[in-house]
């Protein structure tokens, strides 16, 4: 949605104008009480009794009507559809002079984890407002109903006080892009700061702020609350921590009593007061201590900032000559079962054989145990355990579940609502699974070898890309939309708890549950702690099945930084290629089939790239894949979750150097859309992923209505066709070419270089 195609007062207005019990409210609020106690304020308002003195144990919560569903509000409440599952609305009791409460259309718990995104595109679309986020046990008065609330016409406490003292802050995370999170202390409060100006760098950040914060153990998520706001072109979230709900004060006996439940706006210094003589016998000294109570206490917040400090120590492996680990995400769900297969040690005790944990809110649960973490080590190098259902080929046509034996730790992390499996190992350990894994243990040596540094070379890169990303410099996930358009790229999505994961995405990693040889050892061994260096920095060395004739740059598949040492040139000795940016270059292209490396048919060859499930798909270097109109608008409407009724042509916009699309209009008669980047284009027309971009449309049978009956989409290549291919590698290897020459030629100017012995 565009937010400039709402103007929220007149919105506001209307909503008043349609329901006179609301208005009332709102005019009754002109004149609340107001006390300013020192820096912060207290306001008398008994409509708010409702949420003050709301029960939020299960039992209530479960007994009563939710009244955030849409079935169970007032007919006059008008609603503003955010589309993206959410929709806000005036909120029906006021402590703003404009106050909207944001609500999920889904009647799902209140999280902020996988919600937290949301409060960054209102602030996009309403910069006058700022937002605010009430945790389940932190003053929600819906704690089963996801929502946020946001107001204006009043500036909090807090607000004021991040202007006084933004720059005594004491800064814990520094991004090169101007983000950063703060450790903000005044008198009055403590919160954590994160300034921002991109959906991604503020989600970076909170996620490590999340993710070290302590959790209860009966609780799903850290208490908090949010607040957050707009100054200028900067975001700036202003996170709470909590330690109570509520006070003492809220449950002593009549007379010492005081009925104040502290919510986002209470903890920003606007404390809320339904009751008339609590309002008026309140002292500036009784309210600080009644939030300096339920706030976290000054050690947690220590402890929350060094625990931040000590993760955001990048590791700069370029400059160290011992070989490091590797930690990788192998398999995540709500339920794992695994087998040690020898004794490993988990705190004091050792354990073997079948095992399973569960996520039960918020928390790994093992033998009755909850556990923030749970660790088992092995006692030896060669003990191992075995993790079941492990999912191979996510998303693509081969996709299947098997059994996975791995050595090395253990560890199972809480992340959301589901529990990973991470395996964490010395590298080149890793880098032999990973050779045998990706290609067969038979293919040549110089293959091998040449794989093993790109392997090492994109594995360190992705290392010192995490702890980068923590500091916000690097994109895990972009969207660009505007006006009938969406680019979309894919990068190292969700791995923030660990370095890479187990499937294709990153590098398909199986254990030792694929059979190694001697041939993959001696190319690991061979090429020890080698790698590729361009501009002192180690290689993001990218690499994909079958480049189709013509290898692409980087920013026609990720986001807008090339990479020098990753052109677009033919995958021949000569490197030539017509300029295929040009549509009737691309096309003659991609309708013939030039002479290249991976333009071969021997068996043999392939076999070396090629593992049993790949070896499923048979023609790569070309390609066609047949829909029938039904099919194809069903597979769009599907994936775009739009519905653009029957297709009428799928129209290139951009495409890379190599002739791979990355900007394809789709017209249907309901709607026209314009996608990108590769990856997305494929995956909206595939079932799975369709082998590459890199290809043209034929139709035929088109009807009066201009809805042609079949499309045809003829193709090159399988993959991004990004850095080394691997079908050319192979060939090249049996060529003779060695290793350093295979990669000379796949990465043109890269450095090789020994980081460790």
């Not at 003050?52 to 007032?74: M, V, W």
């Not at 995540?332 to 020898?342: A, Q, R, S």
């Not at 990153?506 to 790698?531: D, N, P």
């Not at 270097?621 to 099919?631: E, G, H, I, N």
């Amino acid at each position: 949605m565009n937010g400039t195609k709402y103007n929220i007062e007149k919105f506001f207005s209307q909503q008043l104008e349609a329901w006179d019990e609301l208005k009332l409210r709102y005019e009754a609020l002109k004149d609340a009480g107001l006390r300013q106690l020192g820096s912060l304020q207290l306001q008398y308002n008994p409509a708010r009794i409702v949420s003050t003195g709301a029960s939020i144990d299960r039992q209530t919560i479960a007994g009563r009507p939710c009244f955030l569903c849409k079935k169970n509000r007032s007919h006059e409440q008008l609603t503003i559809d955010l589309n993206d599952g959410f929709e806000l609305m005036v909120n029906p009791f006021p402590v703003l002079p404009l106050h909207f409460t944001i609500v999920r259309k889904e009647h799902v718990p209140q999280t902020i984890l996988e919600n937290y995104t949301e409060i960054h595109r209102l602030l996009g679309l309403f910069p006058e407002l700022f937002v605010f986020y009430n945790g389940p046990f932190c003053g929600a008065s819906a704690p089963d109903h996801m929502h946020f609330q946001a107001g204006a016409g009043h500036e909090l406490p807090l607000m004021t006080a991040w202007k006084q003292a933004a720059h005594s802050g004491e800064v814990l995370i520094k991004q090169g892009n101007g983000s950063s999170l703060s450790m903000l202390k005044t008198e009055k409060f403590k919160v954590f700061i994160i300034k921002s100006r991109s959906e991604e760098a503020d989600m970076a950040l909170f996620k490590q702020l999340y993710n070290v914060m302590p959790v209860r153990e009966e609780e799903s998520e850290p208490r908090m609350n949010i607040v957050a706001w707009r100054d200028g072109d900067d975001y700036i979230t202003a996170v709470l921590p909590r330690r109570k709900h509520r006070p003492a004060c809220y449950d002593w006996a009549e007379g010492e009593r005081f009925v104040i439940s502290p919510g986002a706006l209470d903890m920003a210094g606007l404390v809320i007061s339904p009751r008339e003589d609590d309002f008026n016998r309140m002292t500036k000294d009784k309210l600080a201590s009644i939030l300096k109570e339920v706030s976290i206490t000054e050690n947690d917040m220590e402890n929350i900032a060094n625990s931040l400090k000590a993760e955001n120590n990048p590791q700069q492996l370029s400059h160290q000559n011992t070989e490091p680990h590797v930690a990788v995400g192998i398999v995540n769900g709500k339920k794992i079962d695994f087998i040690l297969n020898k004794p490993y040690r988990q705190g004091d005790a050792m354990v073997s054989g079948k095992q399973s944990v569960s996520y039960v809110n918020g928390a790994v649960v093992w033998n009755g145990q909850r556990y923030k973490e749970l660790v088992f080590k092995p006692q030896n190098d060669g003990d191992s355990f075995s993790l079941e259902d492990v999912t191979i080929g996510v998303n693509f046509h081969w996709e299947r579940k098997e059994t996975q034996t791995f050595l090395g730790i253990l560890r199972f992390v809480v992340n959301g609502t589901a529990i990973w499996a991470i395996n964490e190992l010395p590298v080149e350990s890793y880098l032999e699974s990973v050779i045998s894994s990706e290609m067969s243990a038979t293919s040549s040596l110089r293959l091998l070898e040449a794989h093993a540094v790109i392997s090492r070379s994109w594995l360190l890169a992705q290392i010192e890309n995490r702890y980068s990303a923590h500091k916000g410099q690097t994109s895990i996930y972009s969207c660009i939309t505007g006006k009938d358009k969406m680019i979309k790229w894919y990068d190292r999505q969700d791995h923030t708890l660990f370095d890479v994961c187990a499937d294709d995405h990153c590098q398909r990693y199986q254990g030792i549950t694929k059979e190694t040889s001697a041939h993959v050892a001696e190319a690991i061994a061979h090429t020890r702690g080698q790698v590729l260096m361009s501009e002192g920095k180690i290689c993001d060395a990218r690499f994909s099945k079958c480049c189709g004739g013509a290898m692409e740059e980087f920013q026609y598949c990720w986001e807008d930084s090339p990479k020098p040492y990753l052109k677009a040139i033919g995958d021949t000795m000569e490197e030539t290629i017509p300029d295929l940016t040009v549509e009737a270059n691309a096309e003659e292209w991609i309708r013939t089939s030039p002479e290249s490396f991976c333009n071969t048919q021997d068996k043999r060859i392939l076999s070396q790239v090629l593992n049993d499930y790949d070896q499923e798909t048979t023609d790569f270097y070309r390609w066609r894949v047949d829909y029938t109109q039904t099919q194809l608008s069903q597979l769009v409407n599907s994936k775009l979750d739009m519905d653009f009724g029957q297709i009428l042509d799928l129209v290139p916009v951009e495409r890379g150097k190599s002739g791979r699309l990355c900007q394809l209009k789709i017209v249907g008669t309901k709607h026209t859309l314009t996608i990108g980047k590769e990856l997305e284009i494929r995956r909206v027309l595939s079932t799975s992923h369709l082998y590459s971009s890199a290809f043209v449309v034929d139709k035929e049978g088109v009807c009066a209505d201009g809805a042609p009956e079949i499309f045809h989409i003829i193709g090159a290549g399988w993959g991004h066709g990004v850095g080394l291919c691997q079908i050319g590698a192979a060939v090249m290897g049996e060529e003779g070419y060695a290793y350093d020459r295979i990669l000379a030629h796949y990465y043109p100017g890269a450095e090789l270089k020994e980081l460790y012995q």
